[in-house]
Nanobody, 121 residues
Framework: QVQLVETGGGLVQAGGSLRLSCAAS????????MGWYRQGPGKQRELVATITSGGITNYSDSVKGQFTISRDNAKKTVYLQMNSLKPEDTAVYFC???????????????WGQGTQVTVSS
């Protein structure tokens, strides 16, 4: 079994910062790309940022320069540092990872349960 568990969400005032973490656990052979997505009220889930196992990052235009994605491969954890938060950043943030489990030879995409981020004006 493979699990992704997010932590770090909460309520913050506009202009504030939050750091999200997502730890992978279970029967893992290899973790490829990891990423963060979000789903705001009444909106579709959208890509926020991704990072490869080698550290190459990609950001949506809406968060470029505001959010920073990073990962610690030894801890099997991906982070999302969110600065200068705005009310429009309010959403449930989901962790995503492309993982090869020990019992498979092909990768599987896993999702975390989501963590709520609320930015008040």
């Amino acid at each position: 079994q493979v699990q992704l568990v997010e932590t770090g969400g909460g309520l913050v005032q506009a202009g504030g910062s939050l750091r999200l973490s997502c730890a992978a656990s279970g029967s893992i052979f290899r973790i490829n790309a990891m990423g963060w997505y979000r789903q705001g009220p009444g909106k579709q889930r959208e890509l926020v940022a991704t990072i490869t196992s080698g550290g190459i990052t990609n950001y949506s235009d809406s968060v470029k320069g505001q959010f920073t994605i990073s990962r610690d491969n030894a801890k099997k954890t991906v982070y999302l540092q969110m600065n200068s938060l705005k009310p429009e950043d309010t959403a449930v943030y989901f962790c995503n990872a492309n993982i090869i489990p020990l019992y498979r030879s092909t990768p599987v995409v896993y999702w975390g349960q989501g963590t709520q981020v609320t930015v008040s004006s």
